[in-house]
């Protein structure tokens, strides 16, 4: 396949894996899987009036949504869909994910504050508070990762994946950057900055038309971009029998993207200040023991 | 010589300096320290632009977090985070002109004096730099960043240590 071909057909698989996203945030939600839900919604948010609180803060209010879909496409670009299939080949694209991803943490912070309201602006400092709690396990577990693969770039790490799965070879590992990327994407568990039966939504409570449909298509982007994330890292990317190597990372994608939502589905809240207790207390030792385990691993 | 890498680093450096300005200029806490996220991010893109990769991406990461959580803790020490009251971000105005004069004459004058030596035309490429970074922190350089490296753990083991645990249930 040409690579012309390639890149869109990668394109078109994204635009479709965040449309079924879409719908998957429906379904985890209410229940019912309604294909034109998010197309209805689409249109609704398109065509709303755009309604500015009193003295908001036009800087941040203006910049926080561009910000917040500027790095998720950043993250995209940098993140290998097949061998050759990157848009730019970063050699420090592992600690690349975890610096953009750090900016969906600002991007929540300028849009709580911008909207001069109570609920978006507690919705925007539980954001810092879950970023403070997984941004060590979630390094951490790239740095081992990293260490398997003796480099950062992203494309070397699915590689060094060839015999054996990550998944399998550091599972702790694993389960920190899953339940981390949770955290990044503010699914539910993880959902305070915008917990809709408690804030009313919280950071994009006061949001309306194209300002919350950049935050709402970003979120949806996010999630695939994670799942994305999670294959890269763990599931071997684009590694499977027969079929061409998109089509094996789009299949991976969608099923982790799925789980995100069964998990989110099935599991109560977990409060802000319970998971930085538990990310320091249990996650941070885990991360370190995980890098010693892959540590002695690779000098036996 | 005129380079599309040379435009950058004058644009990006004039862009760190503005919203260093900046800091100083507005009276809220928050956009405060926003703009110093932001001119520090312009510092981590100079480090980009001049391709030193790791150094520029692990600015930037650094940053995003620690310019938030001096947010939350201006937010939680000052009396007026929002600025509704006007407040200076600035004291001892004649003695901060006086020190900013002479702090900027003798890094102007330091940076004209130094000898820069020839630029460097053959550098390696980051994941050779990645590399020599980590020859460097391992070898020759091993003191200091374990040093430094082990006083931040025991600092994150000691804070975690002395963290109280919160209770959900109401104790009488």
Same mark, same amino acid.
């Given at each position: ?28 939600? @209410?229940?019912?899987?309604?294909? =034109?839900?998010?197309? *209805? ?12 609180? *009193?003295?908001?803060?036009? /800087? ?14 950043? @993250? ?6 097949? *061998? ?5 080949? &970063? ?16 991007? &929540? ?5 911008? /909207? ?11 954001? +810092? ?27 070397? %790490? ?5 015999? &054996? ?10 389960? +920190? ?48 971009? +994670? =799942? $994305?994330?999670?294959?890269? +890292? ?12 998109? $089509? ?18 099935? %599991?109560? *809240? %977990? ?12 996650? /941070? ?12 691993? &690779?000098?036996? | ?14 862009? #760190? ?93 330091? #940076? ?35 040093? #430094? ?24």
């Amino acid at each position: 396949m040409t690579p012309f071909l390639s890149g869109f057909m990668i394109t078109l698989l994204f635009v479709g894996g965040v449309y079924f996203v879409a719908v998957l945030e429906r379904c985890s939600m @209410t229940g019912n899987v309604s294909w =034109s839900g998010p197309a *209805r919604s689409f249109l609704l948010l398109f065509a709303q009036e755009e309604i500015k609180t *009193r003295k908001h803060d036009k /800087v941040f209010f203006e910049t926080a949504p561009i910000l917040f879909i500027g790095v998720i496409l950043l @993250t995209i670009s940098i993140l290998p869909f097949s *061998r050759g299939s990157v848009v730019i080949d &970063l050699g420090t694209g592992a600690l690349f994910i975890n610096a953009a991803l750090v900016y969906i943490m600002v991007a &929540l912070l300028m849009a709580g504050w911008a /909207v001069n309201g109570v609920y978006a602006m507690v919705g925007g400092w539980r954001a +810092l508070a879950q970023l403070i709690a997984y941004s060590m396990p979630v390094v951490m577990a790239l740095t081992a990762t990293v260490m398997r693969a003796e480099s950062m770039f992203l494309t070397d %790490i699915v590689e060094s994946q060839q015999s &054996l799965w990550n998944i399998l070879y550091q599972p702790v590992g694993f389960i +920190l950057f899953y339940i981390s990327a949770l955290a990044i994407a503010f699914l539910p568990p993880f959902d305070l900055p915008v917990a809709e039966g408690e804030l009313a939504g919280g950071v994009w409570a006061d949001l309306t038309g194209a300002r919350k449909l950049l935050f709402r298509l970003g979120r949806l982007a996010l999630v695939l971009t +994670l =799942s $994305v994330a999670v294959v890269v +890292l763990y599931l071997g990317g684009w590694m499977g029998p027969w079929l061409p190597g998109f $089509v094996w990372t789009f299949l991976k994608t969608l099923l982790v993207a799925a789980s995100f939502f069964a998990v989110g589905h099935f %599991i109560p *809240r %977990i409060r802000h200040d319970h998971l930085l207790e538990y990310n320091w207390k249990y996650g /941070v030792p885990l991360a370190l023991y995980n890098i010693f385990q892959v540590g002695v691993v &690779l000098l036996l | 010589m005129i380079s599309v890498q040379l435009i950058l680093l004058i644009i990006f450096g004039l862009a #760190a300096i503005w919203f260093g300005w900046r800091v100083f200029m507005t009276s809220s806490m928050v956009r405060s320290a926003l703009s110093l996220l932001a001119s520090m991010v312009a510092i981590g893109i100079l480090f980009l632009v001049m391709e030193a990769e790791f150094l520029g991406v692990l600015q930037i990461m650094m940053m995003g977090t620690e310019m938030s959580i001096m947010a939350i803790f201006m937010m939680m020490y000052m009396m007026d985070p929002g600025g509704l009251g006007q407040m200076d971000m600035y004291h001892q105005k004649n003695i901060s002109i006086a020190a900013g004069v002479i702090v900027t004459v003798f890094i102007v004058g330091a #940076a004209l004096a130094a000898d820069w030596g020839t630029i460097a035309t053959q550098f390696p490429g980051p994941h050779e730099q990645n590399r020599l970074l980590g020859m460097e922190i391992l070898k020759r350089s091993m003191m200091i960043f374990e040093t #430094a490296g082990v006083t931040i753990l025991t600092g994150m083991i000691a804070s975690i240590t002395v963290a109280l645990s919160i209770k959900n249930s109401v104790e009488k």
